[in-house]
Each structure stands twice: as C-alpha cells, then as structure tokens.
C-alpha cells in the first residue's frame, strides 16, 4: 500500500497515513503517543492507528522520501532501531534510546489492518 505523507516546512509539522483513504475518515480520537509528546495518533472507530501527526523536532525525518516501503513497513531513514513502541498493533521504531526520532514503524498484526506482507521491492 502507497502511503500519503505530508510535510509543512514553514510550520514543522508533516502527517503519516497509516490506513487506506476510504477509511481515513472514520478517526475516533485522536492520542499523544505515551512515549514522545510530538507525534499525536489518530485512531479509528476500529481501533487501529490510521495516522501519525508529526510536530517540531520530530517532523522534519519526513522531508526525504522514505528509504523504504511495504504494505506492512514504512522506513524513513537507515538509521539504527534504538528503541521502539507498540500501540494497536503498530511498532514504532526510533532512534534514540528514549524514544526520540521517529524513524518508522512497523504493522505487528497484519490481520487488524487487512493487509498481507508482500515481498520486499
């Protein structure tokens, strides 16, 4: 699945799409991840993470192209997983130790979000 990401330079804040767009519109809350005050989630009505809200510091991995994707996996850097977070279903990969530096995220239960592994490009 080919995500959409959005990146406003002039206001340091870009947003990841997790869910296909059909669904995008179907957000029940909206969270601060637990873990790292800049990056708020969207949640759907099926509790599934449908996208990620990038603020300040945290914003700026998304002004390059990811380095890679799958249905499942979204890199946006080749950095080393320092640390990382689970949230419905989803492990968020991050750079540093105490979980600063998103660097991209992983789908851990595939059958939640209707989505298969397809083989890497």
Request: aromatic share 10%.
């Amino acid at each position: 699945m080919k995500r959409t990401i959005t990146y406003e330079q002039s206001i340091d804040i870009g947003y990841i799409y997790i869910t296909p767009q059909s669904e995008r519109l179907k957000i029940k809350e909206t969270i601060e991840l637990d873990v790292n005050e800049c990056i708020n989630v969207d949640i759907d009505k099926e509790g599934r993470v449908a996208g990620l809200e990038l603020f300040a510091e945290e914003s700026e991995v998304l002004r390059n192209a990811p380095v890679y994707e799958n249905n499942l996996s979204l890199r946006l850097t080749d950095q080393e997983v320092l640390s990382t977070y689970h949230l419905s279903g989803v492990e968020f990969q991050f750079s540093t130790p105490d979980h600063k530096r998103l660097i991209g995220f992983t789908i851990v239960d595939p059958f939640r979000y209707n989505t298969t592994k397809k083989k890497p490009f």
